[in-house]
């Protein structure tokens, strides 16, 4: 059966059950319940960082696919990546190409062909975390401060500005009230994983303080792939009175890290760890530092508040890459600068007797960077190739409104305006290829209407119809020459028109997300080749589709197997999601109605778990890509399926002490992570395999006191 069929007869029924809610009999009803708002408790709790339930609460009444994380999973595992402390949010694919921090995040295919995390928000705290042409990097925090993860997919993030396709995360950090005195944690594990680290807060009336710090070291499964990094982060909070609070945050990132070469299928099952002799020789690696500062500042009335905060990032970044008739990108010396904030109000004021949330905000960002490249001789700098200097700005004003008819039923409306410049000044005016200086100036508008059915506090059914528009990076317009230099191409921002409909809720002992849509895109970013197999570069599709189902189902399956008594009973749970990707070309006259390459069909991930009240815990997991997908748009090439079956155990003792033990791949399963999507792999070579990391252990403790 056709999602589209799905799509439609979900819709149909929901638009039912909304006609019988909205009946206006029920108009005139006493409404019991309150719109969700940031709650403070005594000194537990600050206007700026409220605890996981409050967050939850808040996304629940959202007419569209939200949820909330929190890192309990993170905590008892490896607890190193991405990927361990959002295993089984649906709809969020989540993979490393060589086992490391070089992390591929994407949602309803967003930033699937991209190197760094491009199409999603990424925020820290409610502050982006991008640069303003749109790309992120995950090495930038640590994830052992955060307290729970925000997602939003789709437009769902329009109440943060958020203007991509993808959706946004948004991640919570601890402040001194919630974060333990001292933490301090070791862990280690296969091909060299080493991490450890330790955080402190502390709160004293209105002020609190937390302070973090961690060094990260791997050898890595595949030749050619140590990483190192050190991250160090600092959280100051002042609360004003009860209504008002200023909190600035300091990062510091430190990264090391080498980059094996991509692998044709052949040399992947013949040996995942190789990599190619040329990145030895050219020493082909990352190494950056990161420094970031924010202030963030609240202020609450009873039925209103007003946010407002800035930023500023400096990166500087040197990268060895390919060098050779082929791929001349060679060596390149980046420094870039970031700064931008956002500003917004919300009123929870009723209106006509009814409740109602407004929110309207404004979210300017900026970026410079000057770029400069080299030929790469066995890593070290040659002659320069070529160098740039970019300035990007994305201005975002957004308005929404949530409106309740009845008791249970409310109604939302919001838009967007935007603004996107991308200019480009060539400090290297090649002869062959002229002034390659250019400009891009995008305007963009995103409407959006959805619904909400609330059953009970716990249950609730939505549906939404969305725009959204997404201008291209700086490496989308910028394509290398055959003698390196930087050829600058003005292309369109994709767009896409997107209906959503779904639900979410707890009964009993279930716990369920899911959530259907559809995205009809329009200049789509992809790189692609012509009739003849000559690649293009990254050129704009002229119309693709995006579509799937994204489904999480936890069960309590039983409790008191063994251990009885009420509040001090074992359990035993059963967490599931899976996500199915149904990304095409639609009647494009190269390539018909092919699927797009990068990203996985079917993917299913679920862990059974047994709990005993004395704090021991065990129990298998299992990872699995049910079908093969394309790595050429071409749909020539293929990455096969594979299972993957893991193992955790451990430990957590009341008074502070936590022991895990994890078990990945216990088959050894040979597979491909991820890949390196290109038009046509017949013309393009097929070097478009990243393995992923085969059997691996790993260990570790914590203390909390």
Known sequence: MKIEFLVVLAACSFLFLLARAADPGTNGQQNSTTMPEVVVSGSESTLLSPDADTAAQQLSAIPGATGVVTPENFQQSRGAYLDDF????????????????????????????????????????????????????????????????????????????????????????????????????????????????????????????IFSFSNHNLDGFRDHSIENDDKLFLSLGTKIGDSAENRVYFYYGR????????????????DPTQTSPQSIAQ??????????????????????QLLAGGYYNHRDQFQRGEFD?????????????????????????????????????????????????????????????SGDRTFATNVTLYAENQHHLTKNFSVLFGAQLIYAGRHYSDR???????????????W???????????????????????????????????????????????????????????????????????????????????????????????????????????ASLDTDLAKGLIAGGRGNEDELSFEQSFTYNDFRFSNDSTYGNNRIAGAPVAFYKAELLYKLPCGLYFGPNL????????????????????????????????????????????????????????????????NNFNPGVGRAFYGGVSWKW
């Open 86 to 209: 959002i295993p089984y949010a649906a709809g969020v694919y989540i993979q490393s190409g060589q086992g490391s921090e070089d992390t591929k995040v994407s949602v309803r295919g967003s930033g699937i062909q991209s190197d760094d995390i491009a199409g999603l928000e990424v925020m820290i705290d409610g502050m982006n975390v991008n640069q303003a042409d749109g790309e992120a990097f995950l090495q930038d925090f640590d994830l052992r401060t955060i307290k729970y993860a925000e997602i939003y997919r789709g437009a769902d993030a329009l109440r943060w500005g958020g203007i991509t396709l993808g959706g946004a995360i948004n991640f919570v950090t601890m402040t001194g009230y919630d974060a333990p005195p001292f933490e301090a944690w070791l862990s280690g594990g296969s091909y060299g994983f080493i991490e450890e680290g330790f955080l402190s807060g502390l709160s004293k009336g209105p002020n609190d303080v």
């Open 255 to 270: 990264l090391n890290q080498q980059n094996p070469a991509s692998l044709s299928r052949q040399q992947m099952y013949a």
């Open 283 to 304: 020493d082909w690696d990352k190494n950056w530092e990161y420094g970031r500062v924010v202030d963030r500042f609240v202020v609450k009335g009873d039925d209103w």
């Open 325 to 385: 008739s082929d791929t001349p990108l060679g060596n390149d010396f980046f420094r870039s600068n970031d700064f931008g904030g956002d500003i917004s109000f919300q009123s929870t004021e009723e209106l006509f007797g009814q409740l109602n949330r407004f929110t309207f905000g404004m979210n300017p960002t900026f970026e410079s960077e000057v770029d400069t490249y080299y030929q790469n001789i066995n890593g070290a700098n040659g002659s320069p190739i």
């Open 428 to 442: 290297f005016d090649n002869p062959a290829d002229g002034d390659q200086s250019g400009t891009g100036d995008y």
């Open 444 to 550: 963009g508008f995103n409407p959006k209407i959805g619904a909400i059915y609330e059953f009970n506090e716990h249950t609730q059914a939505y549906v939404n119809l969305s725009r959204s528009f997404q201008p291209p990076s700086f490496d989308e317009s910028l394509e290398t020459g055959d003698d390196g230099d930087e050829l600058f191409n003005r292309l369109n921002p994709q767009s896409a028109t997107t209906i959503e409909i779904g639900t979410r809720g707890k009964e009993e002992r279930f716990s369920w997300d899911l959530a259907l849509y559809r995205s009809w895109v329009k200049n789509e970013l992809l790189d692609l080749t012509n009739g003849m197999g000559v690649p293009l570069g990254t050129v704009n599709a002229s119309h693709t589709v995006h579509q799937g189902i994204e």
């Open 623 to 686: 990872e699995w890509n049910v079908s093969s997908y394309p790595a050429d748009e071409a749909n020539t090439l293929f990455a096969d399926p594979y299972a993957l079956l893991g193992f955790r155990a451990g430990y957590k003792s009341p008074r502070g002490l936590e022991v895990f033990f994890e078990a990945k791949n216990l088959t050894n399963k040979i597979y491909a992570a991820t890949v390196e999507a290109v038009g046509n792999a017949t013309s393009e070579g097929g």
